[in-house]
């Protein structure tokens, strides 16, 4: 079962191109795990094309021009969505709904323009928001158009012309989604470069993009933070995660199997927030363990286009290796039926646990006797991005969340989606920089000029 996959194509000076790079990996049918094609890469001088025309690429961006972007990408999001899931694996069930975001993102930021999120006078002194300057937005390949929809509608919103670049292992949806946003902006204020980390590193290292948003792991964020650092330049980093699930000693037994069934399989694992730790009390950890068992046995998994699939296969076959790799000479149970053939990784709970994100199906289990332990265990890794807690009681639940050392957590909830779509993203610790959201990442590629006669707040010395 595949989609028909456009070409493998970049956009540059509004020009479509074949990137001609091999990169020496070859690209992969994940349910089967066939090769199908090569990533490949946009070539540096092309590259270094795209960063000469967004450094004197110019044109106000409208909230019309945004909302006519959405508008058409409504038409395409099931062609988008269909080659989302074929390439990452995510079963579609999963990926349509994930599919507001992407025309979602650009009306988000329509009504943000709308709403004067670009001017923020204060008695009298004028405070412009200005685009910082020609922006990369770099997305990861577990969900690629609706990080990339995220990330552009906000930059072009800003009015900074945009390079985006996303995984060579995940290429074809952005060109679709470049088809579209090219075809409503001005020329040279939106451009698509395909390729690796070589191509990122070329394009964070050269001083004329002016900020940086980047998703992904924590390795590559290092390498953009330092590669920004001797610059000056902002950059947005949503790293990894290994967020804990904590189970108190009064949580109804097959509501926490559920978060925890449901954060291990959400994306098939392959997700920053998904569930790295779980955090049970000793004398329930046995009967937990086997209720979450018998959940995740019961999971269809398939074809991510089968409709009726659950879980489906992992992105390519060397992340399958990483995290079998992870999971080696280590006390655990896996859990479920895999087809016989495809990337596969089966839900998996370690005896022990796993202090170290894997970004898969796979969680460490700690246990406690005391609960006044869970914040120090949950907070006893450098991650912070997301935690949960599953609990009856539910002031005391939120109690033990604000003493968790993270950018948010859920009490007694499991969705992918945030707590409120207009409250902030953070991240602490090596979970990333900045705040992302909607509100969030629109001021992230803005500057600000405060212009004004000076007036009451005068201070004359002599």
Known sequence: MTPELPA??????????????????????????????????????????????????????????LESIADALDIRLPAITELDAFATGVPIRQAE????????????????????????????????RLPLGP????????????????????????GCPVILKVSELT????????????????????QLVQGGAGTGAQLVADPRIKAVSFTGG??????????????????????????????LPDADLDTAARMAAELLTTLNGQWCRALGRLIVPADRAADLVEAIGKRLDSLRMGSPLDPDTE??????SRHVAALRTAIAGRDHRSFGVLPDAGNYVAPTLLD??????????????????????????????????????????TEFALAIARRI??????????????????????????????????????????????????????????
Not at 147 to 154: F, Q
Not at 376 to 388: D, F, H, K, Q, S
Request: hydrophobic letters at 45%.
């Open 405 to 462: 050392r993270a950018g948010e957590v859920k009490v007694n909830g499991s969705s992918i989606m945030s707590l409120n779509l207009m409250t902030p993203r953070p991240a602490w610790g090596i979970s990333g920089l900045g705040e992302e959201g909607t509100a969030e990442t629109l001021r992230f590629f803005t500057g600000a000029r405060v212009v004004g006669v000076e007036g009451r707040f005068a201070l004359h010395t002599a």
């Open 352 to 393: 022990d646990d796993q202090p170290e994100e894997v970004f898969g199906p796979v969680a460490g289990v700690v246990t406690y006797d005391s609960v006044e332990d869970v914040a120090r265990l949950a907070n006893a890794v450098p991650y912070g991005l997301e935690a949960y807690v599953c609990g009856a009681d």
């Open 97 to 128: 709904p994930l599919g507001i975001i992407v025309s979602g993102a650009f009306r988000l930021a329509a009504m943000q323009i709308r709403a004067g999120a670009l001017r923020d006078d204060r008695e009298g002194v004028e405070v412009h």
């Open 171 to 190: 290429p074809y949806s952005a060109v679709l989604l470049a088809e579209v946003i090219a075809a409503h902006v001005p020329a040279g204020m939106f």
């Open 311 to 316: 879980f489906g296969p992992l992105v390519h």
């Open 218 to 247: 924590v390795t590559g964020g290092r390498a953009v933070a330092t590669l920004s650092a001797p610059l000056f330049r902002p950059c947005q980093l949503e790293l990894g995660g290994n967020n804990p699930l904590i189970v």
């Open 8 to 65: 493998i194509r970049d956009l540059i000076d509004d020009t479509w191109g074949t990137p001609k790079v091999d990169l020496g990996v070859a690209l992969e049918d994940p349910s089967s795990g066939t090769a199908i094609a090569e990533a490949v890469a946009t070539a540096p001088d092309r590259v270094e094309r795209a960063l000469a025309v967004a450094d004197r690429a110019s044109g106000r961006i409208t909230a019309e021009m």
């Open 135 to 158: 922006a990369l937005c770099l997305v990861p390949w577990n969900a690629p158009a609706p990080m990339a929809a995220h990330k552009v509608a906000n930059a072009l919103a800003a």
